[in-house]
């Protein structure tokens, strides 16, 4: 369980708004582990978000090199990267993304959707991973019908559906009230107890201290590990 | 993602805006429907054109003389030595390409039966010309050659005439007096309608052409025994026209003793020419009325674009969710082309629908309106035109906001509020 998963090397994003450079990520190294449960925290532009869509393959390095699970995603064409995203990443985000008007279980069943499976295998999944968030009485309610805490939890089993080596959480808590959070971070501990790796962003200490290990950025380095 | 799993997913995205969905194909269902009226229009117009050409005889010559410029002084149309019953014989003898030939004098005449005038034509022929014209008589008889020979007094009357002089039945054998003559009527013609031009093609009575020269028109021509004023004759069937055509000129020719190099003064005509300008006149107005209705159209593919481009903003979060649990771009660009074409062939439907209706409609409705030669032709294949025209339609206006939809930057999209 401690062969890397991913690996950082001098990982660079710059952005030009306006003529100067900004350094989102400036040379950033980092190694995590496969079943870690790690916290990537810091104030706002520190670069953790940018961190993370590295990671999640929503965007590319300027500099640098990113290998995950074995494979650079620098020598992806955007096809591969959508199939990298579909099999081998989970994403939960701060504001659940749930399509509105539309089942849980077919939320859930979305990943799936394009990896060609049909729907009957697709709900199957779905529905197993519904009941490993312990949603399966809400399978035909919609988001509107949900509140917060179960609609992140909607989210989550969304992020597992394609059986993912990471899941990535992008303030999984940012939108729950204190009560529904613990609720969400229990699943999180479960599912690392599961082996799953799991990356969450936060800047709320307390979520942070959830985590078996911390990174902290600030201003596109890595300051602190475990602060 | 493959097309059936795209297709369910456009579905879904449609129903949950119903509303939205069906004013956005508002303007396809009427494109549409119009260009489904447009077409029927075309073709019926088309079809009584086709009739019209088939009335006139596409295997028919007529012959006129023409202008004398003998002597200097050119004396137009019809001034030349005019032909004679015995012209009309000897084409129906002598050439084989004709199977049938009638000499014709028409002349204005004033019917009278039982104390009720109408004026009307009178039209003298050989009993050939109901076979040369295709025509047909719907009660009675026609005259006999013998009775052309005889100069007997039958007249055959049109149907308005009889509906003018005979409101009551009993037409059959009645007298009717022509110009002060007094003529048995043997015969009621076939009811023809209006001629393209809005002429009553059925006020009009025939009789014999000998009787029509001396007791009716009073038609003569110093030096020429029977004259008529022209000659009608029908080809052989298979003949082709324009071989039929010269070989009559040369036959008329020796007739009259043109020289060779010599003009004709004489002209042999066929409804070729007008048959074109028929179907020109017919193209147009086809090619003016598809435009029209594919203007229509194109204004309910901008706006399929509009609604299209809006659907795309208001999801934009959702083809970023989309992208970020691993949808491809194509994937993304396919699922709102499928929607644009699935909202735009349903408006198709709908729109063969309502057209094929209103195309009856206007049938049923147009003489009660006046309009009286109003031909609809509503034909299957028009089914495969509105449903091939959305479709296009579809694919055309759905292209671009699909794939700006395809382009939009997860992260982005991911945080667009």
């Known amino acids: 369980m401690s062969a890397p998963l991913i690996q950082a090397r001098a990982l660079t994003r710059t952005y030009h708004p306006g003529g100067g450079d900004v350094h989102a990520l400036d040379g950033v190294d980092a190694v995590i582990n496969t079943g870690e449960y790690v916290a990537v925290m810091g104030p706002s532009g520190s670069g953790k978000s940018t961190f993370m869509n590295m990671v999640g393959a929503l965007d590319r390095p300027s500099a640098g090199e990113l290998v995950i699970a074995g494979e650079a995603l620098s020598a992806k064409s955007p096809d591969q990267l959508a199939d990298f995203r579909n099999r081998q990443i989970g994403f939960v985000f701060q504001q659940f993304n749930l399509l509105p008007r539309t089942t849980a279980l077919d939320n859930v069943a979305l990943p799936l959707l394009y990896r060609g499976l049909s729907l009957n295998r697709r709900r199957e999944k779905a529905a197993e991973c519904l009941r490993m968030v312990g949603l399966d009485e809400r399978m035909n309610h919609h988001p509107s019908q949900l509140s917060g805490g179960q609609q992140q939890r909607v989210a989550i089993a969304r992020a597992l559906a394609g059986e993912p080596a990471i899941l990535l959480a992008d303030e999984p808590t940012g939108a729950l009230d204190s009560q ?3 609720e969400v971070l229990d699943i999180l501990d479960q599912l690392t107890a599961r082996g799953i790796t799991i990356v969450l962003v936060t800047h709320e200490k307390e979520v942070g201290a959830r985590a078996e290990r911390r990174i902290l950025f600030r201003d596109g380095r890595i300051v602190e590990e475990n602060p | 993602m493959n097309t059936l799993a795209a297709i369910a997913v456009a579905l879904t995205a449609l129903r949950v805006n119903a509303l939205r969905s069906f004013l956005a194909i508002l303007g396809v269902i009427f494109g549409v429907m119009a260009v489904i009226i447009t077409v029927s229009l075309a073709q019926g117009a088309s079809r009584a054109v ?10 028919t010559l007529n012959i006129q003389s023409g202008s004398n410029d003998r002597g200097g002084r050119r004396g137009g149309a019809g001034s030349a030595i005019p032909f004679s019953s015995d012209d009309v014989d000897a084409i129906r003898e002598n050439l084989d390409v004709i199977v049938a030939a009638s000499g014709t004098i028409q002349s204005s005449v004033t019917a009278v039966a039982d104390g009720v005038n109408w004026p009307s034509t009178i039209l003298g022929i050989h009993p050939d010309y109901i076979e040369v014209r295709d025509w047909s008589v719907a009660e009675g008889r026609v005259f006999s050659v013998a009775e052309v020979s005889r100069s007997s007094r039958v007249a055959i009357l049109g149907r308005t005439v009889v509906d003018e002089l005979f409101p009551s039945d009993g037409v059959l054998g009645a007298l009717v007096r022509l110009n002060g003559q007094p003529f048995e009527v043997i015969g009621i013609l076939t009811e ?18 000998s009787t029509v020269r001396t007791r009716v028109a009073g038609y003569s021509r110093a030096g020429v025994r029977d004259p008529v004023q022209r000659i009608w004759v029908e080809i052989a069937p298979g ?3 324009n071989y039929a055509t010269e070989e009559l000129e040369q036959f008329l020719r020796v007739r009259r003793g043109i020289d060779p190099g010599e003009q004709d003064d004489f002209q042999v005509r066929n409804f070729a020419e007008f048959i074109t300008a028929f179907r020109a006149t017919e193209t147009v107005m086809g090619l003016l009325l598809a435009v029209a209705g594919l203007i229509t159209l194109m204004v309910g593919g901008i706006g399929i674009m509009n609604v299209m481009l809006v659907s795309v903003t208001e999801r934009t979060r959702e083809i970023g969710l989309r992208l970020a649990v691993g949808a491809r771009r194509r994937d993304i660009r396919n699922q709102f082309l499928v929607e644009s074409v699935a909202l735009c062939s349903v408006g198709g439907l709908i729109g063969l629908a309502l057209g094929v209706s209103m195309a009856l409609l206007l049938e049923n409705l147009a003489p009660t309106l006046g309009v009286t030669r109003l031909t609809v032709s509503v034909d299957p294949s028009i089914a495969l035109v509105a449903i091939g025209a959305s479709t296009m339609v579809g694919v055309l206006f759905g292209f671009y906001p699909a ?4 382009r939009l930057d997860p992260i982005i999209a991911l945080r667009y509020e």
């Open chain 1, 180 to 182: 529904t959070t613990i």
């Open chain 2, 239 to 241: 003949e082709d026209m």
């Open chain 2, 403 to 406: 794939h700006r939809a395809s």
């Open chain 2, 192 to 209: 023809r309608g209006q001629s393209s031009f809005g002429q009553d093609q059925d006020d009009i009575i025939i009789a014999p052409i």
């Open chain 2, 50 to 59: 086709q009739e019209q050409i088939a009335s006139l005889g596409s295997n």
